[in-house]
């Protein structure tokens, strides 16, 4: 489906998803993203007060510090021909999401965030190949195959990493009085707001919702849920921004005066007011997430008949997919230069509604869209402060001169999202 007015309709009004998500079960349990509506519910309810801006306010710091690390790194890469941004941009994600969530790591921690990432990812790479072969669907087949006891050895390893990171943490999350304290600070001494990492929040906000708060089990899957969803998107939503500039000279050096005029000196530290004001750069990053949104395909079921406003009865048991590529690149609402990249689509007021849906929308929606707004803009700045992006030589593409997509769920370039670096003046 990949018409915004009916697509909406189903998201507003069908909130249970497609039973090949069960696959995703024996990893992440009943993490929200794809919980029945029963478990969902109250986890939503206890997610979405960790998502308040001023928490994810205070989490640009830990954007910025990461970003000058990615910064620094390609130095090295000026002048080298194409150069695969991907691989600097998950590293980026993988170890903000981390940091964010369970607080300040060190560099050890870091190689262990990275062995968590690469266990989830084979998980997934298992998962994938499961939905694709029906064979494979059911159970008792499925845990016969050797695929089966990779994925057990890789979930295995991703429960053991979360688990160390709970209990590291365990004497901070047993004091109500502290996390309740760091909360005083925020609203009295707001020159120096106190960092508070996700798992502090959601151990607060579980307890608020149920006394006992979260199990062990339910922290965990909450946890997982929040690093799948805060990594691999963010990277590619970056990189496909990153190849559009390179693309895009004359779009590139506006983003680059805006960045030069609003935010001025690059060791005055990043603050969300002023990244809000990046009107422009916002609008370069919504148009590159409308053609290329990292999430382009999601489903919902419907338990009982939906009509559309066409008229059209969806009937109870039928499932739907939500094709939001298709709908971000929908002629009747983007008009005929649909697949064009112009931000100024997002800053003259041109954007249709139910026409961009980079975050889904109704009641199941992304509730990262801050966070990951944020994320991108810090890094995207970062970089264009040193380095004149420029479109990768040699690249293969499709034979109408589009760029070559690869679907893991996630949608990717296929040369590594690959772009050339040129120093700038100073
Ligand atoms: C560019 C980056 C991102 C994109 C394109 C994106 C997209 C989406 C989409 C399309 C959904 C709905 C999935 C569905 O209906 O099946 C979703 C859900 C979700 N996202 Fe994001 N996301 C991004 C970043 C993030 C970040 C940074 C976080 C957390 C730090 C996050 C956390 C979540 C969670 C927890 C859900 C499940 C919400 C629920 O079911 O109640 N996302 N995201």
């Given at each position: 489906m990949s018409d915004g007015d009916q697509v909406?309709?189903?998201?507003?009004?069908?909130?249970?998803?497609?039973?090949?998500?069960?696959?995703?079960?024996?990893?992440?349990?009943?993490?929200?993203?794809?919980?029945?509506?029963?478990?969902?519910?109250?986890?939503?309810?206890?997610?979405?007060?960790?998502?308040?801006?001023?928490?994810?306010?205070?989490?640009?710091?830990?954007?910025?510090?990461?970003?000058?690390?990615?910064?620094?790194?390609?130095?090295?890469?000026v002048g080298r021909g194409n150069i695969g941004c991907f691989d600097y941009l998950v590293s980026y994600a993988l170890i903000s999401i981390c940091e964010t969530i369970f607080g300040e790591t060190s560099d050890t921690q870091r190689t262990l965030d990275r062995t968590f990432f690469n266990a989830f990812s084979q998980c997934l790479k298992y998962i994938a190949k499961r939905m694709k072969k029906p064979w494979l669907h059911v159970d008792a087949i499925y845990k016969l195959s050797p695929m089966y006891a990779m994925q057990i050895k890789y979930t295995n390893i991703i429960y053991q990493y979360i688990d160390n990171?709970?209990?590291?943490?365990?004497?901070?999350?047993?004091?109500?009085?502290?996390?309740?304290?760091?909360?005083?600070?925020?609203?009295?001494?707001?020159?120096?707001?106190?960092?508070?990492?996700?798992?502090?929040l959601v151990v607060k906000n579980s307890k608020k919702y149920n006394k006992k708060g979260y199990t062990h089990e339910e922290l965990r899957e909450e946890i997982i849920v929040l690093a799948v969803a805060g990594s691999d998107t963010i990277a590619v939503g970056t990189s496909?921004?990153?190849?559009?500039?390179?693309?895009?000279?004359?779009?590139?050096?506006?983003?680059?005066?805006?960045?030069?005029?609003?935010?001025?000196?690059?060791?005055?530290?990043?603050?969300?007011?002023?990244?809000?004001?990046l009107t422009y750069t916002t609008a370069v990053i919504k148009e590159s997430l409308r053609l290329y949104p990292p999430v382009p395909l999601i489903t919902r079921h419907c338990h009982k008949d939906l009509e559309l406003p066409s008229g059209l009865v969806l009937p109870a048991g039928c499932d739907v997919v939500i094709n939001i590529l298709g709908v971000q690149r929908n002629p009747d609402y983007w008009g005929e230069d649909a697949n064009e990249f112009k931000p100024e689509r997002f800053i003259s007021g041109d954007v249709p509604p139910n026409g961009f849906i980079v975050f889904s929308q109704g009641a199941r929606n992304c509730v990262g869209q801050q966070y990951a707004m944020l994320s991108i803009a810090t890094v995207l700045v970062t970089i264009l402060r040193r380095y004149r992006l420029k479109p990768a030589t040699n690249v293969r593409r499709t034979k109408d001169n589009q760029l070559r997509l690869t679907y893991q769920v996630l949608i990717k370039e296929v040369n590594n999202f690959a772009v050339q670096f040129q120093r700038r003046e100073q």
């Open positions: 909406n309709t189903v998201l507003r009004t069908a909130l249970e998803k497609h039973y090949i998500y069960k696959f995703m079960k024996p990893v992440i349990g009943n993490g929200s993203v794809f919980a029945p509506v029963h478990v969902w519910r109250p986890r939503r309810k206890i997610l979405i007060p960790s998502f308040a801006p001023r928490y994810v306010y205070n989490f640009i710091s830990v954007f910025e510090a990461h970003s000058k690390i990615v910064a620094d790194q390609l130095e090295s890469k990171m709970i209990y590291a943490k365990q004497e901070l999350l047993a004091d109500n009085d502290a996390i309740g304290k760091a909360d005083e600070r925020v609203k009295t001494n707001k020159s120096q707001p106190p960092f508070h990492s996700f798992l502090e496909f921004t990153m190849l559009m500039l390179a693309e895009h000279p004359d779009v590139q050096d506006k983003v680059y005066k805006e960045i030069q005029e609003i935010l001025g000196d690059p060791d005055k530290p990043l603050e969300a007011k002023d990244l809000i004001k």
